[in-house]
Structures are given as C-alpha cells and as structure tokens.
C-alpha cells in the first residue's frame, strides 16, 4: 500500500473525521500535528499552499513527514479525502460498495447526512463556540438533523445506514463529541452558563432521545475514542 501522512490538528473536526476514516479503514499513516497559530514554512511550500488542514500525502517514497516528497500527491479538502479513503479501501464500508443492494441510495443518503452537517450544525457550533453565537442555535440545528439521525428501532443499527459504520457516521462523531464536550464545559463566546443550560436540555430532554443514542454509539465506537482523547 503507498504510504500515507495525515497532516491535521487536535482541534479539528475536520482532520478528526478524515483521521476517523483512516482508522475504520484499518490504514497504516504517519500523523503530523501542524501548529494552526505557527504552521510551518514547509506545510504552505510543499503540502497545501493554502495552509489549510486537513491535507493529506499519498504515494512516493516514505519520507519524514516535514520533508515531502515531490512524488507523492498532494490531497486536501476533507470531504474529498473521505470520499478518497472510501475509494482507495472500498472494503472499509465508508461508502456503501456499488455492488451492495440499494448502493446509490444509502451513498446519496450518507452525503446527504454530511451535507447536513456541514450546513447546519457546523455553523452554529462554530457561532457558538467563537462568534458570540447563541447555544440554543446548536439545537436547532439538532431539530433538523434527528429526523436523519439513526431511529433505535428494533433491528434498525446503531449508525446512519445500519450496523456498519460509515464516512457520514465519522463526520458525525467529529462534530458531537465537541458539541458535547464544548457545552458539558460551558466553553464558548456565550454568556456563561448558557452551555451548561443547553447540555441539561440535551441530556434530559425526551426530545433528543435519538441525539443521545446516536451520540452514545459514536463516542464508544474505537476509531473515534483512539482519536479523540478529551472522551
């Protein structure tokens, strides 16, 4: 298998979702935690001119992780890079096989689920947490997303399509398990208390039975818990 460097950082649901992927892929990478305050000169010159994490080398011979080489491909954006994992392991179940019954439904149904995500919960915990955003925005964007969220029905499986875990399941985890922290902790631009108030309302609240269940089967979930050490 060509080598792998994940370059990413802790505090990114992003690089934690693509890092997720390769661990449910049971893939061999090298992870290097770039500093986000202090990004090194190489990082912009010779991984992603942009700066931005999550990036990804793939290929070329196995080099130190600061001094690419210039064989290797370049990846970055992370929904590509789990739409690239889900293809280079297609054993992984990060994507339903096109083999499988019913595969371009349950993939159209994972990146819509991603989708979601992407453009509700995330905006509101980043309001939350860095632009003075109200909490209560974070449950809205919850109100939308149970409906989509695993049912708990009998049989029905743990995880988005079922018993098996998939890439729209890791963009989940990534983001769940730091609203949840986030707000069990009170840490955001909100007044305090307000992320205490809302994690009570989260935690107790029939409303968000399905949340909480889905949260629970993420957080235990082996590649989430491997890369996520505030769990």
């Not at 179940?93 to 019954?101: E, F």
């Amino acid at each position: 298998m060509p080598q792998i460097t994940l370059y990413t950082s802790k505090t990114s649901p992003y690089g934690h979702y693509v890092e997720i992927a390769l661990r449910e892929a049971k893939a061999e990478y090298t992870r290097f935690e770039v500093d986000l305050l202090n990004k090194p000169s190489w990082f912009t010159e010779h991984v992603n001119p942009t700066g931005q994490i999550p990036a990804l080398t793939y290929g070329g011979p196995p080099t130190a992780p600061d001094a690419p080489s210039p064989a290797a491909h370049k990846l970055t954006e992370s929904l590509v890079l789990l739409e690239f994992l889900a293809d280079v392991f297609p054993a992984s179940g990060l994507l339903p096989a096109p083999t499988t019954p019913l595969a371009p439904v349950r993939r159209a149904q994972a990146r819509l689920f991603i989708t979601l995500l992407s453009t509700r919960l995330a905006p509101a915990f980043s309001a939350a947490l860095l632009h003075r955003g109200a909490p209560g925005a974070i449950l809205a964007a919850l109100d939308a997303l149970q409906p989509s969220m695993p049912s708990g029905a009998p049989g029905a499986g743990p995880f988005l399509l079922g018993a098996a875990f998939c890439a729209a399941d890791a963009v989940a985890a990534a983001y769940l398990v730091r609203v949840d922290g986030c707000l069990k902790r009170d840490i955001g631009s909100f007044p305090a208390g307000a992320g205490t108030a809302t994690h009570e309302i989260l935690r107790t609240s029939t409303q968000y039975a399905r949340y909480r269940a889905y949260l629970s089967a993420l957080a235990a979930r082996e590649s989430v818990r491997a890369t996520f050490h505030e769990l």
